[in-house]
């Protein structure tokens, strides 16, 4: 279940226009300091992963990794996504109460 909800969750917050999705807009948002939460897909490559966990470390944004590139992307209604970034406060709090129930 914890994982349909965070799934759920990050659906309701695509519809609210509070998710920043592809390599290139989740960096601009992370950089810019507009992301909250960013989540890597498991499947993404290694250097993506270690890209993106760099980054957050350094921009202090708290990072994921959850489901598969396709997963995430069927979620928010777009093709294969490797990461996303949530950019609402309320969004990625109740995101990360559920990614820690994992």
Partial sequence: ?????????????QKAGR???????????????KACLVLVAKDASDNTKKMFRNMCSYYEVPVYVHSEKETLGHCIGKQFRASLAVTDVGFANALKKQLSED
């Fill in 19 to 33: 998710v920043v999705s592809g390599e290139f807009s989740v960096e601009k948002a992370v950089k810019e300091g």
């Fill in 1 to 13: 279940m914890p994982k349909d909800k965070v799934l759920s969750l990050l659906g309701i917050a």
